[in-house]
């Protein structure tokens, strides 16, 4: 099991950038691979992006894609999520997660396939 703790959200407007931040502790941390979701008041749980364990392969969603940069530094234990071009639609409380999935090429993308997860941190963008 691993720990996580995000940080890094807030009010941001329209155009803006955030970086959000997510700590790990517990199990060693380049055993997993790790993914951001997000989830708006009234809708599903919603996937983000994902990076492997080393950080060689990444995915990110077509919504958030050229605009949202998933990295991971596995000498801090942590896993980022540079958000750029930010817009109202992007308002959700965004959760870090781990799995245990994703090894031959494939990528954990549901929720169902992360173990772990965060506390979430808050991001609202304002018009």
């Known amino acids: 099991q691993v720990q996580l703790v995000e940080s890094g959200g807030g009010l941001v407007q329209a155009g803006g950038s955030l970086r959000l931040s997510c700590a790990a502790s517990?199990?060693?941390?380049?055993?997993?691979?790790m993914g951001w979701f997000r989830q708006a008041p009234g809708k599903e749980r919603e996937f983000v992006a994902a990076?492997?364990?080393?950080?060689?392969?990444?995915y990110t969603a077509d919504s958030v894609k050229g605009r949202f940069t998933i990295s991971r530094d596995n000498v801090k234990n942590t896993v980022y999520l540079q958000m750029n071009s930010l817009k109202p639609e992007d308002a959700a409380v965004y959760y870090c997660a781990a799995s245990q999935l994703g090894y031959g090429g494939t990528y954990p993308l549901f929720p169902y396939e992360y173990g772990d997860w965060g506390q979430g941190t808050q991001v609202t963008v304002s018009s």
């Open positions: 990076i492997s364990r080393s950080g060689g392969r990444t």
């Open positions: 517990g199990r060693t941390f380049s055993s997993y691979f």
